[in-house]
């Protein structure tokens, strides 16, 4: 007998509450950590509270991907063994090499998208993952196809995208999938950009996860418990919506770059109003975009003295 529990906490981020989940069989398993806040943390332990349980009874915890909203509670679960994907590892540690690489990869690609340097303030820092996040150490990794432990019948997908190291936990027979932030009911999970930890991977992050949604479409799932927003039962419907939303959204920009853009006047274009304040995250959903259209012919990228400029192919005949 199992059964899975979700847990919901607040997160100061826009997006607002993230779902833990606690499965419970002859063990009890965590999935995602919530964020590093006192009010997370109260909210957390009252919930396990109401289902009979306390902190001490949680045997592991099993995390999604790296973002702080997933992982922030194990700063108050210091001796819980934590498993993730193997490139989860650097997003855990403190580390001044992972810092710079981190920080100035993001300074670099500020200049190649030409962002004003009056939004320098906006350029992620790699200290920024530690605010609501938190430091861990890895007691074991969960590879595509392993056996997650103490979990019979759960098998770890890796489903990149959204994050490098994104994994979801699937269930064949139930025909459920716990998915972390690769579907969501209300939102798109955006492919979010990631400095090169790991070369060669996660370098156009939406083609990574439209090649996810394709491989959940291929999968039996009945039942997907999301990191936010509600339970989703019909996840192949929703699954096909956002390949065509995204497709449309990405061919829509394809009048504006007749002539040569820069990443960031196709992020105004594209964000008129959001850019502004989050343009950290605009500028990753353009750069998506446009990772898409260059992958499918429809424009070039030209470097011109270090900066980008994207422009409509020229139509062949
Ligand atoms: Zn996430
Ligand atoms: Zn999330």
């Not at 269930?171 to 950009?193: R, T």
Request: hydrophobic share 35%; charged share 20%; net charge neutral.
């Amino acid at each position: 007998m199992e059964n899975i529990y979700q847990i919901t906490v607040p997160t100061p981020y826009q997006i607002g509450d993230v779902h833990l989940y606690v499965i419970v069989n002859d063990s009890i398993t965590l999935i995602d950590a919530g964020v590093k806040t006192e009010k997370a943390w109260i909210a957390f332990k009252n919930q396990l509270a109401s289902l009979h349980l306390t902190v001490e009874d949680i045997d592991q915890v099993i995390l999604t991907h790296h973002h702080p909203d997933h992982v922030g509670l194990l700063h108050y679960l210091p001796s819980v063994p934590v498993y993730g994907h193997p490139h989860i590892e650097p997003w855990l540690t403190y580390k001044k090499s992972t810092a710079k690489t981190y920080n100035s990869y993001f300074e670099k690609l500020f200049l190649q998208l030409s962002v004003p340097h009056s939004y320098k303030s906006q350029i992620p820092r790699f200290e920024g993952q530690f605010k609501y996040g938190a430091e861990a150490k890895l007691a074991g990794t969960l590879l595509e196809g392993a056996s997650p432990p103490l979990l019979k019948g759960w098998k770890v997908l890796h489903m990149p995208g959204h994050a490098g190291n994104h994994i979801a936990l699937y269930h064949e027979e139930k025909e459920e999938l716990i998915a972390g932030d690769v579907l969501l009911d209300k939102i798109v999970s955006n492919p979010l950009i990631e400095p090169p930890f790991f070369v060669g991977e996660h370098e156009k992050p939406q083609l990574e996860y439209n090649n996810s949604l394709q491989r959940l479409l291929s999968l039996k799932v009945q039942k997907i418990y999301p990191g936010h927003g509600k339970v989703i039962e019909n996840v192949s419907e929703l699954t096909r919506e956002r390949i065509i939303k995204q497709r449309k959204k990405a061919e829509s920009l394809l009048p504006f770059l007749e002539e040569g853009k820069t990443g960031f006047e196709i992020c105004q274009h594209l964000f008129p109003h959001a850019y502004e304040k989050q343009l950290a995250l605009t500028l990753s959903m353009t750069l998506a975009q446009l990772h898409y259209l260059e992958e499918v012919g429809y424009i070039q990228k030209v470097e011109k003295q270090g900066k980008w400029f994207f422009k409509k192919s020229e139509v062949k005949v």
